[in-house]
T-cell receptor, first 116, second 112 residues
Framework: AQSVTQPDIHITVSEGASLELRCNYSYGATPYLFWYVQSPGQGLQLLLKYFSGDTLVQGIKGFEAEFKRSQSSFNLRKPSVHWSDAAEYFCAVGPGYGGSQGNLIFGKGTKLSVKP | DGGITQSPKYLFRKEGQNVTLSCEQNLNHDAMYWYRQDPGQGLRLIYYSQIVNDFQKGDIAEGYSVSREKKESFPLTVTSAQKNPTAFYLC???????????FGQGTRLTVV
């Protein structure tokens, strides 16, 4: 079955520290991969996406993610966290090129808190 | 500015009443989606539509209905058959398959 797992429900980091949010997926074919961010009471904003090519992708707000096919992972990283990064982060997968019709599958999210 | 507009932002409903959530997009996207979000549950797909006058049930369609009479509009009706309708509802659209989804700002529905 297709699924996305974000193992960490809640993470707290200090401002200026590095961050890594984990995402593992189960998918029949090579998927397209996404990370979204959501502030409280708001919609989701796309941080970055992986379709093909270089497995290290850069996104907005200084975020990056690395696709590791062998580990079925797409972890999100940031070298130095800012207080404004406190939000909830969602990993999502969708059918890749040539895949059958389908919709995005979302993980349950990781809430990030930032300590001053 | 192009985008997705959901209205209202907050909605209160009495038990037993139907209520309709609005979603409009001016991005000229073909596909539109409705998701329900509950704390700790992520996003669950209610309905989606790939083209006008056609839509399909998602994972949790029971108690909901939709229509797609125009490309830019995809309203969601929460019926009295939905036993636990209090949630945050998100509308999204995509220009075509295999691309990222664009989201509205959400509607928080509360049953009182």
């Amino acid at each position: 079955a297709q699924s996305v797992t974000q193992p960490d429900i809640h993470i707290t980091v200090s401002e200026g520290a590095s961050l890594e949010l984990r995402c593992n997926y189960s998918y029949g074919a090579t998927p397209y991969l996404f990370w979204y961010v959501q502030s409280p009471g708001q919609g989701l904003q796309l941080l970055l996406k992986y379709f093909s090519g270089d497995t290290l992708v850069q996104g907005i707000k200084g975020f990056e993610a690395e696709f590791k096919r062998s580990q079925s992972s797409f972890n999100l990283r940031k070298p130095s966290v800012h207080w404004s990064d406190a939000a909830e982060y969602f990993c999502a997968v969708g059918p890749g090129y040539g895949g059958s019709q389908g919709n995005l599958i979302f993980g349950k999210g990781t809430k990030l808190s930032v300590k001053p | 500015d192009g985008g997705i507009t959901q209205s209202p932002k907050y909605l209160f409903r009495k038990e037993g009443q139907n209520v309709t959530l609005s979603c409009e997009q001016n991005l000229n996207h073909d596909a539109m989606y409705w998701y329900r979000q509950d704390p700790g549950q992520g996003l669950r797909l209610i309905y989606y539509s790939q083209i006008v006058n056609d839509f399909q049930k998602g994972d949790i369609a029971e108690g909901y209905s939709v229509s797609r009479e125009k490309k830019e509009s995809f309203p969601l009706t929460v019926t009295s058959a939905q036993k636990n309708p209090t949630a945050f509802y998100l509308c999204a659209s995509t220009p075509r398959r295999h691309t990222e989804a664009f989201f509205g700002q959400g509607t928080r529905l509360t049953v009182v």
